[in-house]
T-cell receptor, first 114, second 113 residues
Framework: SQKIEQNSEALNIQEGKTATLTCNYT??????LQWYRQDPGRGPVFLLL?????KEKRKERLKVTFDTTLKQSLFHITASQPADSATYLC?????????????FGKGTHLIIQP | DAMVIQNPRYQVTQFGKPVTLSCSQT?????MYWYQQKSSQAPKLLFH???????NEADTPDNFQSRRPNTSFCFLDIRSPGLGDAAMYLC????????????FGPGTRLTVL
């Protein structure tokens, strides 16, 4: 069956360090992958989209990689700040390109310690 | 500035009593989605509309229905809520169906007594 796994339920990082979050998937062939941020009691907020033919995408302090051979995406936040503390969700299209919505992982809860 | 609006933010209903959640958007997007998210779980897609075309996920219970009377509004009807339907319900929109950002509303927290 199709599965999306995100590493650990909580990740504690010291302020100023780089936080690296992992998204692994099985039995998918996604055409693209997205990362969202979700704060408690709020809806997810889009951060980055990366396509299957792209290796890396950057936006300010954020970087995403996409390895379709390993079936893995890594999400990096450099120079992390306490305000970066949130849950980060990985999402894949699950329709082989037919586009019927996203399938989300459970998310990784990131805590940036001052 | 609000782009995807959900009302109410908190809804309490009784077991078996029908409830309707609403979503509106000011983005004029073609696609509107409804997701269910339980505590510490992933958002789960229930269904979506591409314009007026309704697309139901295979595992969405019949208890959940949706209406989209116009581009701006979409409703989620739960005909007979059970205790297991208590969750956050998220509405989202996108301009295109494929490889596009989804814009989420703040969600409606549903409690079933």
């Amino acid at each position: 069956s199709q599965k999306i796994e995100q590493n650990s339920e909580a990740l504690n990082i010291q302020e100023g360090k780089t936080a690296t979050l992992t998204c692994n998937y099985t039995n998918y062939s996604p055409a693209y992958l997205q990362w969202y941020r979700q704060d408690p009691g709020r809806g997810p907020v889009f951060l980055l989209l990366i396509r299957e033919n792209e290796k890396e995408k950057r936006k300010e302090r954020l970087k995403v990689t996409f390895d379709t051979t390993l079936k893995q995406s890594l999400f990096h936040i450099t120079a992390s700040q306490p305000a970066d503390s949130a849950t980060y969700l990985c999402a894949l299209d699950d329709s082989g390109g037919g586009a019927d919505g996203l399938t989300f992982g459970k998310g990784t809860h990131l805590i940036i310690q001052p | 500035d609000a782009m995807v609006i959900q009302n109410p933010r908190y809804q309490v209903t009784q077991f078996g009593k029908p409830v309707t959640l609403s979503c509106s958007q000011t983005l004029n997007h073609n696609v509107m989605y409804w997701y269910q998210q339980k505590s510490s779980q992933a958002p789960k897609l229930l269904f979506h509309y591409y314009d007026k075309d309704f697309n139901n996920e295979a595992d969405t219970p019949d208890n959940f229905q949706s209406r989209r009377p116009n581009t701006s509004f979409c409703f989620l009807d739960i005909r007979s809520p059970g205790l297991g339907d208590a969750a956050m319900y998220l509405c989202a929109t996108s301009r295109k169906k494929f490889a596009d950002t989804q814009y989420f509303g703040p969600g409606t927290r549903l409690t079933v007594l």
